[in-house]
């Protein structure tokens, strides 16, 4: 399978558990992206990765959210202490920014979906 | 600021007709407008996108046209079909190279 892998599919947690997910992109990707999906609203953004370097982090994102790429590869996403408002689909996708420039379509990930209990 | 309006959030048409859904964006930076299809409990999927140097561009039966000026883009659906029902999302990059914003969706119906 050569699309954008993501782990769990689902997650139930006890509120103040802490998460993590998992994101493994389409691999000749450079660009990775965490956004978040609640019930009937579009996909949000929380913080994206361009190699290693996480280039930017969403102000929505708490201090209990925390996102790496160490080899510029795979993604995790962690989250603290979580809350019943951190309830939401997790998602992840890929995309490939040339050298001459401009973004190109993302392929998204299944997505994680947390239900904090 | 960063945003993305679209519109409408929900379209009922009947089978065989056109759908129009409509998206404003703030960037004047922005060079590149994706349009994404999500089918209920799926990923969203990249369906058609245009890049700021054209004014439309077409897909079979999809087509998207791009007004820089007034900053709107339209995604057209002919010859709806069943299949054709699902959540409609565009989205903006912020800047040119940046992370891409979402639309709040538009959730087509499409009526046999």
């Known amino acids: 399978d050569t699309g954008v892998s993501q782990d769990p599919r689902h997650k139930i947690t006890k509120r103040g558990q802490n998460v993590t997910f998992r994101c493994d992109p389409i691999?000749?990707?450079?660009?990775l992206y965490w956004y978040r999906q609640t019930l009937g609203q579009g996909p949000e953004f929380l913080t994206y990765?361009?190699?290693?370097?996480?280039?930017?982090k969403s102000r929505l994102l708490s201090d209990r959210f925390s996102a790496e790429r160490p080899k510029g590869s795979f993604s995790t996403l962690e989250i603290q202490r979580t809350e019943q408002g951190d309830s939401a689909m997790y998602l992840c996708a890929s995309s490939l920014l040339r050298l001459e420039g401009g973004n190109y379509g993302y392929t998204f990930g299944s997505g994680t979906r947390l239900t904090v209990v | 600021g960063e945003n993305v309006e679209q519109h409408p959030s929900t379209l009922s048409v009947q089978e065989g007709d056109s759908a129009v859904i409509k998206c404003t964006y703030s960037?004047?930076?922005?060079?590149?407008f994706p349009w994404y299809k999500q089918e209920l409990g799926k990923r969203p999927q990249l369906i058609i996108d245009?890049?700021?140097?054209?004014g439309e561009k077409k897909d079979q039966r999809i087509a998207v046209t791009l007004n820089k000026t007034a900053k709107h883009f339209s995604l057209h659906i002919t010859e709806t079909q069943p299949e054709d029902s699902a959540v409609y999302f565009c989205a903006a990059p912020y800047s040119s190279a940046s992370k891409i914003i979402f639309g709040s969706g538009t959730r087509l119906s499409i009526r046999p």
């Open positions: 960037d004047s930076a922005s060079n590149y």
């Open positions: 990765f361009q190699n290693e370097a996480q280039l930017e």
């Open positions: 691999s000749e990707h450079n660009r």
């Open positions: 245009i890049r700021s140097n054209v």
